[in-house]
C-alpha cells in the first residue's frame, strides 16, 4: 500500500516526532543572536548589565550566576520565564516593550531544547567596554562633534565610544570616554538642560541604535535598537522630552528620551534622512535627505505638511545633509552635496507656484565638494559650515543678515564635524586626519588642537583619560 501511495505522488503520514526530527535545527548565530540583540541587548550589555546580566556574548550567557539557560531544559531556563506571561500576568520583560511573539518564544524554547549549541562561525572580536576601551592604531576619522550647553565639554564621535574633552585643556585628556556596543558613531546632541548626551550609532548594514548617557554620572540611560543601519541626525525637542533622528530606510523617526518608545513615524522622504530639526515651540520638525529635500512635518499627526525647498526639477543640485534651526525663530540652515549653504523659512506664506523657491532666504558663500555640516552662532548673526571631497576640505564662517564671508581656512583633507560653543567664541571642527582643530569665531584664529582619541604605542604610555590619571 505505502509502495503504491508513493508511485502515486502522494506523501505517506509521518509520525509527530518523526517530523521534529526532520525541523531543522535552530542556530545560535542566525535565529537566536538577533533576537537577543532586538530585544536583550538594550539592558543586557556591558555599558548597561541590568541585574548583572550580559547577554552580548555566548560565554556571558551560559555562565550568569543564575541558570538563564541550561542545556537541554527549557523548563529550567529562567530566560524562557522572564519572557512568558504567569498566569494572567505579562512577562517581565522586556521591560517597557512588546513581549516576544510565540514564534520567537519557540526558536529560543527549540534552541535551549536542542542542548543550547553555539554554532557561531565567525569568533567574537576583542572585548571593548569601559573596562577595556577601544585601542587605535591609528587615529579614527570624526564624524560629529558636540558642544555641552553650558561650554564646558565637547564630545567627540570615536569608534564604539564617544570622549569627552574639557573645554578649556591643553593636556588632551578626556574626562571620561563613553563606550557602548556600537562600533560606528554618526551624531551627538546634548539635552537642552546638558544633563544627558545623545548618540546616533549602530553596525551598517547590520542595525542602528540609539544611546541616551547620563552625562554627570557617565552611564547609559537608555539604548534601542531601530532599523538595520546607522542612525543619523539627531534632534532633541525643545522641551527635552523627545528625541527626533533620520533612517536608511527613509524614515523620519521620534522617540521618547526616557523610555525610548517610538511617537512618530514619517516615510515621505525617497532616500536616506540624514538631519533633523525641531520648531522653536516643538510643533513641528523637519527633516533633509539624500533625495535633495527638505520636508515639514506636525508632530502631533505625523502628517506630512510641505516641501520646504522648491520642488521644480533642478533647483536643488544633490541631496541635503545637515539642517539647523535659527536659535531664535523657525528658520532654516541647510548644507548639502551642492557645496552651498543656504537659509530657509520654516512656514510658506503665499501659495506654492511651480518653479518657485520662494521659502528661500538666502545663499552663502559657496564652499568645495559636500557640505557635511551647518551651525548658527548661539545669537543667530552668524553661520558656520565644513566641507570636503577628496584631498580638501573647508570651513567658512558668514555674516547671517546679508551672507558675507568673515573667514575661511581650507585644509588637505575632509571636513565632516562641526559645532558651535554658546559663549559665542569657540568654534570645533574635525574629519579626515582625526585631529580636533578649535577656532575662534569672531577671526578663526586657532586656540587648541588635539588628536580625538588616544592613539596605541608599543610600550605603556600615560593614562587615557583624566580618570585614569586620578
Known sequence: MKLALLFLGLAWPTPLHAQEAAQEKVSFERDV???????????????????????????????????????????????????????????????????LSAEEI?????????????????????????????????????????YSPDGSMLAVAGWHEVLLYPAQDKEGLPLARLVGLSPRIESLCFS???????????????????????????????????????????????????????????????????????????ATHEDWVLGTAWSMEGEFLVSVSRDRSLKLVEVATEQFIDNITSITPGAVKGGLMSVRRHPERDELLVGGADGVPKAYKMHREQKRVIGDDYNLLRAF?????????????????????????????????????????????????????????????????AGDDGMVREYALQDGSLMREFPSAPVA??????PTSQEDAQ
Open 365 to 429: 558663500p559657496p564652499m568645495h565638494g559636500l557640505v557635511y555640516a551647518v551651525e548658527w552662532s548661539t545669537d543667530g548673526s552668524l553661520v558656520a559650515a565644513v566641507s570636503g571631497l577628496g584631498k580638501k576640505g573647508e570651513v567658512c564662517v558668514a555674516n547671517a543678515a546679508d551672507g558675507v564671508e568673515v573667514w575661511r581656512h581650507e585644509f588637505p583633507f575632509g571636513v565632516y564635524a562641526l559645532s558651535l560653543d554658546s559663549t559665542g567664541t569657540r568654534l570645533a571642527l
Open 33 to 99: 543572536v538577533p533576537l537577543l540583540r532586538a530585544h536583550c541587548h538594550g539592558c543586557h550589555q556591558p555599558a548597561k548589565a541590568k541585574g548583572k546580566l550580559d547577554l552580548t556574548r555566548y560565554e556571558y550567557l551560559m555562565s550568569a550566576e543564575d541558570p538563564v539557560v541550561v542545556p537541554g531544559k527549557p523548563e529550567e531556563s529562567l530566560l524562557l520565564d522572564l519572557l512568558l506571561p504567569f498566569d494572567d500576568e505579562p512577562p517581565e520583560m522586556p521591560e517597557d516593550a512588546e513581549p
Open 457 to 462: 604605542a608599543e610600550n605603556p604610555g600615560p
Open 192 to 266: 537642552p538642560d546638558g544633563t544627558h548626551l545623545a548618540v546616533g550609532c549602530g553596525t551598517p548594514g547590520m542595525e542602528g541604535e540609539l544611546q541616551v548617557w547620563n552625562v554627570p554620572k557617565k552611564n547609559l540611560a537608555l539604548s534601542i535598537r531601530s532599523t538595520f543601519d546607522t542612525l543619523r541626525g539627531l534632534s532633541w525637542s525643545p522641551d527635552g522630552s523627545r528625541i527626533a533622528f533620520g533612517c536608511s530606510d527613509r524614515s523620519l523617526r521620534v522617540v521618547e528620551a526616557k523610555t525610548g518608545k517610538q511617537v512618530l513615524y514619517q
Open 106 to 146: 519557540d526558536v529560543l524554547r527549540r534552541w535551549i531544547a536542542e542542548g543550547a549549541v553555539d554554532d557561531s562561525t565567525a569568533k567574537p572580536g576583542p572585548l571593548i567596554d569601559a573596562k577595556h576601551p577601544p585601542i587605535y592604531p591609528c587615529l579614527p576619522v570624526v564624524t560629529s562633534l558636540a
